[in-house]
C-alpha cells in the first residue's frame, strides 16, 4: 500500500494469513495508509526480519495513526522482539499485544528500554 493510498483504512487484519518473514518484510517495506489505527498480524511468522521491517516502517514515518498492534502468537524470538523494539516508536500506540511470543530475556529487556525512553508510552 503506498504512501497516502486507502487513506480512509482504519483496520488492517491480517490475522492467520500464512504470512512468512519475508512476506512480512515486504509488506512493511510498503505498508503506509495514514489512518491506520488496528493492525492484526497474529498468528503470522513475522520472524526478525519481518519485526526489523516493521520499526523501520515506523522510523520512517508510516503508521502514524497506529494505536493498536496485534503480533499474538508470530513466533516472535528474542532476536525479533528485539528488532522490533529497538526501532518501535508509534506516536499514538494504545495497545500493544504480544501473548503467545518467546521474547526471553533479550527482547524483554528491550521492551522495558523502549518504554523508559518513552517509545511506548
Known amino acids: 500500500v503506498q504512501?497516502?493510498?486507502?487513506?480512509?483504512?482504519?483496520e488492517?487484519?491480517?490475522?492467520?494469513c500464512g504470512l512468512d518473514e519475508d512476506?512480512?518484510?515486504a509488506l512493511f517495506e510498503g505498508l503506509d495508509p495514514p489512518g491506520l489505527k488496528k493492525l492484526v498480524l497474529e498468528g503470522n511468522g513475522l520472524g526478525t526480519r519481518g519485526c526489523a521491517a516493521l520499526a523501520a516502517a515506523v522510523q520512517r514515518g508510516a503508521l502514524p495513526a497506529l494505536e493498536e498492534l496485534n503480533l499474538k502468537s508470530c513466533g516472535l524470538d528474542e532476536d525479533g522482539c528485539a528488532a522490533l523494539f529497538e526501532g518501535l516508536d508509534p506516536p499514538g500506540l494504545k495497545k500493544l499485544v504480544l501473548e503467545g511470543n518467546g521474547l526471553g530475556t533479550r527482547g524483554?529487556?528491550?521492551?522495558?528500554?523502549?518504554?523508559?525512553?518513552?517509545?511506548?508510552p
Open 23 to 25: 512476506g512480512c518484510a
Open 12 to 16: 488492517l487484519n491480517l490475522k492467520s
Open 3 to 10: 504512501r497516502g493510498a486507502l487513506p480512509a483504512l482504519e
Open 108 to 120: 524483554c529487556a528491550a521492551l522495558a528500554a523502549a518504554v523508559q525512553r518513552g517509545a511506548l
